[in-house]
């Protein structure tokens, strides 16, 4: 079984020697939440409906990052647009995820050498964390298939702007087959995407980022 | 249950402290006014070259003329995707090949007005380096010093610019409100005149000169849109914003510009000008506060006109990134660098415009100040003025189609209004533009700017008929800030799909 989209995302979101940040706060905040939401789609929680967010089937799932996600989606009584969800739930999107990480054993605590500094994170496993890249970017330069859940999330790597280090040996060929691939995704998962990525965008020209 | 929640849910609550106030967008929109440079530069050079003494009351009346604008500007904001654009409102209202249109005229005018800047930076920056270090420079040094500064912050993330800006902000508008005072209580021939301030001198020959400088220390004054979808009351909070920043702008730019002749004596000011054009405020600050002050307001203007080019370049990079996400221009100018969050792509197309044009001014030794600085100054509000008419029509065209649940003040008396009034200045604009620029009556430049303009508008306008020959999907898209309705519908066909950059 796949590891969990969002998980990927980080992972994707970090430099595979260095583990430094590779994504700013905001953008990193719209992709996870955005991993987030499909995880919840393809377990087939939630969907999207009219560009609007709704409950599918309420049951929590037992997971430390989609159980209060949910939680909050079922709790709140208006059918919010995606733009609030990715708002709402990019503000700790990416503590979220990296606690869901530190828990199964994939990320450790870096201690900041100054006090002033947060903490940052490492992968345990290096080649595991290398892992989704090289997932994405060989059946796409072959133009082999790929699963629904590995178009989300290519979706969001694009949308993210971290397709530059994912896709950067794609030919041209390469990138229409991979943007053909998500236009022909389910509307809910691609209304999701492309809502990421406007998203990201529009934070760009309101000045937010 | 479909009553309204007691409470506001935690959701909303947070989204809601995300969210913005009036008051961050009004420092927004002024720091983006940068006042000295308008102050010191603008308003001198204005006096030396139009002759014309009227600029005070001109900003008065602009101001008003532009919160009639803003009425329907700010209504129209709440309903237009990408309202940080004029060209949005011009594609909403006036149909996708205006549009189009009015987007290449935005791009020339911004950048008339940012590369114009690197003009006064020698103006600016050569008196404290002579007196600091004792060394004369040739002012393309100077152009090129600040360039590099703009060209390396245009690539960091927007946060260092944002804060930077509003201290200096802060600094530039308390030096020139001490500089006015002091003006005031120094006053030429020992009274306190008004004659700079009377209505008459809007309708006397020239008076389209004096309303175009006006119109120039208002550019930035649009980008209060730019944040309808992130304050915390959609409704009320942009345009709160809009009219007060509009009032301060005003209010200071009126005030300061009448103090200045207030003190040289309004038969003066425009000889003291001539003499001295920037100096002049720091000089007369020279003689009645001491050269402490003066010297902290030369270093304030070279901030200013530091912050002013980098405001600028950074509307012109998001401009084209706004332009490239919905593939209007090249797709790679829709790109941002995943760290900092900048368009990279157009901040460096800006960067290179500046630096080619510095280089061509050195190399044949034209007059930064008037040619660059003035002029482009000048031809860029001119633009702007353009962009602001055909919005204001843009405004009453959409309403026009669909009411939106706005009021008949918001929709029709008010635009018609300004449209009227923007209209007329304008054409008293267009008509002493040879005043404007100083330039001998023999000249060709008062033509031969407006026909660029126009050259640009319509070479968009065919740009737009091509695109929507050849790619259909992206023209149907334009103006939409890539939420177009198909893509939402929940449609499996492919063919809805119009594409952003994926």
């Known amino acids: 079984m796949n590891a969990p989209l969002a998980d990927d995302l980080f992972f994707l979101a970090h430099d595979d020697r260095t583990g430094k940040r590779r994504l700013n706060e905001r953008a990193a905040g719209f992709g996870l939440a955005g991993a987030v939401l499909a995880e919840l789609l393809l377990a087939g929680r939630i969907t999207v409906d009219h560009g609007r967010v709704r409950v599918l089937d309420p049951r929590l799932p037992r997971c430390e990052v989609l159980g209060p996600a949910l939680r909050d989606i079922v709790a709140e009584p208006e059918t919010r647009v995606v733009r609030d969800w990715l708002r709402y739930l990019g503000r700790d999107a990416y503590e979220s995820v990296a606690r869901r990480l530190l828990g199964s054993g994939q990320l450790r605590v870096v201690k900041s050498r100054f006090p002033w500094r947060p903490d940052t994170y490492e992968p345990v496993d290096i080649n595991a964390a290398a892992w989704p890249a090289a997932r994405l970017a060989g059946p796409v330069a072959r133009l082999d298939p790929l699963e629904p859940g590995d178009v989300v999330l290519a979706g969001l790597v694009i949308a993210t702007g971290l397709d530059r280090y994912v896709f950067y040996t794609a030919s041209p060929d390469g990138r229409q087959y991979l943007e053909r691939l998500i236009i022909e995704l389910p509307a809910p998962l691609r209304v999701l995407v492309l809502e990421t990525e406007t998203a990201v965008g529009d934070a760009v020209l309101h000045h937010r980022m | ?502």
Do not use: C
């Not at chain 2, 509000?381 to 003040?409: C, D, H, K, M, Y």
């Open chain 2, 1 to 502: 249950m479909n009553d309204r929640p007691a409470r506001p849910s935690p959701v909303a609550q947070a989204l809601a402290s995300d969210r913005l106030g009036a008051s961050a967008v009004v420092f927004f929109v002024i720091s983006a006014a940068t006042p000295l440079t308008v102050v010191a530069g603008v308003v001198t050079t204005g006096y030396a070259t139009t002759g014309l003494i009227g600029i005070p009351v001109a900003f008065v009346f602009v101001a008003l003329v532009l919160a009639l604008f803003s009425v329907g500007y700010v209504a129209m904001a709440r309903h237009v995707a990408n309202a940080g654009a004029f060209y949005g409102f011009v594609s909403r209202g006036l149909g996708k090949p205006f549009g189009v249109g009015a987007s290449w005229i935005a791009l020339l005018s911004y950048n008339l007005l940012q590369v114009g800047l690197y003009g006064a930076a020698g103006a600016a920056a050569a008196p404290l380096v002579a007196e600091w270090f004792g060394v004369e420079l040739a002012w393309w040094v100077f152009a090129l010093a600040f360039w590099l500064v703009v060209a390396v912050l245009g690539l960091q993330h927007v946060d260092i610019n944002g804060k930077v800006l509003a201290v200096l902000l802060l600094a530039e508008v308390a030096v020139i409100m001490v500089y006015s005072v002091s003006n005031l209580a120094h006053p030429a021939g020992g009274e306190v005149t008004f004659d700079t301030l009377a209505p008459a001198e809007l309708i006397g020959p020239g008076a389209g000169a004096i309303l175009a400088l006006a119109v120039l220390g208002f550019t930035g004054f649009e980008s209060s849109v730019v944040f309808s979808e992130e304050v915390r009351n959609p409704r009320r909070t942009v345009a709160v914003a809009t009219y007060v920043s509009l009032a301060a702008i005003g209010g200071l730019y009126a005030f300061a510009s009448w103090a200045m002749s207030v003190a040289t004596g309004p038969d003066n000011i425009v000889g003291e000008s001539q003499a001295q054009s920037s100096e002049l405020l720091f000089s007369l600050a020279g003689s009645q506060l001491g050269p402490g002050l003066a010297t902290a307001g030369r270093v304030l203007f070279v901030t200013s006109i530091l912050a002013a080019m980098i405001s600028f370049h950074n509307t012109i990079a998001r401009y084209m990134f706004a332009l490239g996400r919905e593939r209007v221009l090249p797709a790679v100018l829709g790109r941002t660098s995943p760290r900092t969050g900048s368009p990279v792509a157009g901040s460096s197309i800006q960067s290179g415009i500046g630096l080619v044009v510095i280089g061509l001014f050195a190399l044949a030794e034209w007059d930064p100040l008037v040619h660059l600085f003035y002029w482009g100054g000048t031809s860029g509000g001119l633009g702007i003025l353009v962009l602001i008419v055909a919005t204001s029509f843009a405004v009453i065209s959409f309403f026009a189609r669909q009411p939106s649940g706005e009021n008949l003040w918001q929709r029709m008396i008010a635009p018609a209004l300004a449209s009227v009034a923007v209209l007329v200045v304008l054409v008293l604009v267009l008509a002493n533009f040879g005043t404007l620029l100083g330039t001998p009556p023999e000249s060709p430049l008062p033509w031969l700017v407006p026909t660029i303009y126009g050259l640009a508008g319509l070479a968009g306008v065919l740009w737009a008929l091509v695109l929507r020959i050849r790619r259909p999907l992206v023209y149907a898209a334009i103006g939409l800030g890539a939420k177009s309705p198909a893509s939402l519908t929940g449609s499996t066909s492919g063919e809805e799909y119009r594409g952003t950059r994926l």
